[in-house]
């Protein structure tokens, strides 16, 4: 893979990971790093043969303060539809990775930041990570998608609340929403994310991707998810994955998924 031009990446261990690196602008982000971004989760993370992908900021005052306000001021209406129409081709790309994609926040995830947070499969925040949808105060709404993304997480109540009066959640009330799956010390995030995708590549890859599908499909509205359950349901267990699962169970061995490691 040719090496990023707006944004680090590093693999270690089968862990990809994908570090916003805009800091004296509190990582916003902007059209480069976006359409870099979707070509990444699009056509090149696939490929890759990972467990997981570990999404953060570099510094520690932010994983990504927002859309880049100064650039949307360059732009009219056409260039503002294309680009919320840009990050939803980049949230989907996230939310659909067949591999585990895990926010680590430092600081703030703010705007469009808290909308690239929203689209990954899990979350860990540091005890001083600050989450919202300030849009309002600019006088706009959330474009990257946390208008339909973020009630699926909590609901229409706490979405309207963060949405309309822009106030920023601490961790532990993201925590205790469910916007948060974990609160990590600060600095820490990242070694969290790892060991949680660590853990996750433990099981049946196949599976894992399943999971992500079958879940996903509730919210879809052209899909009927529990149909698609059983289907997956029935199709896995032709898989030798469920077959060395179940083996080892009964064994009473370690299981030895074929691609345990990924590759
Ligand atoms: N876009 C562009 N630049 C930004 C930015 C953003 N979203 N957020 C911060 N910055 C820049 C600041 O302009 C500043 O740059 P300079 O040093 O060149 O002046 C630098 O980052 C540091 O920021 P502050 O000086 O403001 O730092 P602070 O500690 O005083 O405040 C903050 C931190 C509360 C996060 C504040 O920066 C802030 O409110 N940022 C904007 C948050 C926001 O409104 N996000 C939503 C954007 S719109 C959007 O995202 C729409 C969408 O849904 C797609």
Not at 218 to 240: I, P, R, W
Request: glycine share 10%; hydrophobic share 45%.
């Amino acid at each position: 893979m040719e090496l990023p031009k707006n944004f680090l990446f590093e693999l270690n261990n089968h862990i990809a990971t994908v570090t916003l690196n805009r800091p004296k602008a509190l990582n916003a982000l902007n059209k480069d790093v976006m359409e870099e971004l979707h070509d990444f989760f699009s056509n090149q993370l696939p490929q890759m043969g990972c467990k997981g992908v570990v999404l953060t900021g570099s510094g520690d005052r932010a994983f990504a303060a927002g859309a880049d306000i100064k650039e949307f001021m360059t732009m009219d209406r056409i260039q503002m539809e294309a680009q919320s129409k840009l990050g939803h081709q980049l949230m989907f790309a996230i939310e659909k990775s067949p591999i585990p994609v895990v926010a680590a926040i430092e600081g703030y995830a703010l705007g469009g930041g808290f909308e690239l947070a929203l689209a990954c499969h899990l979350r860990v925040g540091s005890e001083k990570a600050r989450m919202g949808n300030p849009e309002v105060n600019l006088g706009i709404i959330p474009g990257y998608g946390a208008t339909q993304r973020l009630p699926q997480l909590v609901g229409r109540g706490r979405s309207l609340d963060i949405m309309m009066t822009a106030r920023m959640i601490d961790a532990n009330e993201a925590l205790e929403w469910g916007l948060l799956n974990r609160i990590a010390p600060v600095g820490k995030t990242v070694s969290v994310a790892k060991e949680i995708i660590t853990l996750i590549g433990t099981k049946g890859p196949m599976a894992i991707t399943k999971v992500i599908e079958t879940v996903d499909a509730y919210y879809d509205k052209n899909k009927d998810g529990f149909a698609e359950e059983v289907a997956t349901f029935g199709s896995l267990s032709a898989l030798d994955e469920f077959k060395e699962g179940t083996k080892a169970f009964v064994e009473n061995r370690p299981v030895n998924f074929k691609n345990q490691d990924g590759i």
